[in-house]
């Protein structure tokens, strides 16, 4: 009685959970945006269903499986949403308007979309040094 009490809060709040994501998908303004609500909510929600599918089937073989594939989603959903969040922003995908920070503006090699180490604000001001001399 407990285990399927338990198992069926933790169905309804994994599915409540990828609500929220389908939500952020379509309510959030930009590509960025969304990736990140669809990426870490419909993560959790997913995660949580199927823990609630082990719990309830209470077998060896179900909860293994849930497990791996658990495992395999907080593995893999981080990784392709940074992956294709790279890809649009070096496609030119524009950023909302009412982003207020761009921190890797000028900090890429179009050409070779190499990260480049040193940020503008972290270069020394060689200049007044070289006027004091």
Known sequence: ????????????F???LILISALGVVRMPDLYLRMSAST???TLGVGTILLGAAIYFNELGVTSRAVATICFILLTAPVAAHMMGR??????????DGTRYDELKGRYN????????????????????EAQQ
């Open 1 to 12: 009685m407990i285990r399927d009490l338990i198992s069926v809060s933790l169905i309804i």
């Open 14 to 16: 994994g599915t409540v």
């Open 40 to 42: 870490k909510s419909s």
């Open 87 to 96: 890809a649009a922003y070096f496609n030119g995908v524009p950023l909302w």
């Open 110 to 129: 179009p050409t070779t979309h190499i990260l480049d180490g040193s940020s503008q604000a972290a270069k020394p001001d060689t200049t007044s040094e």
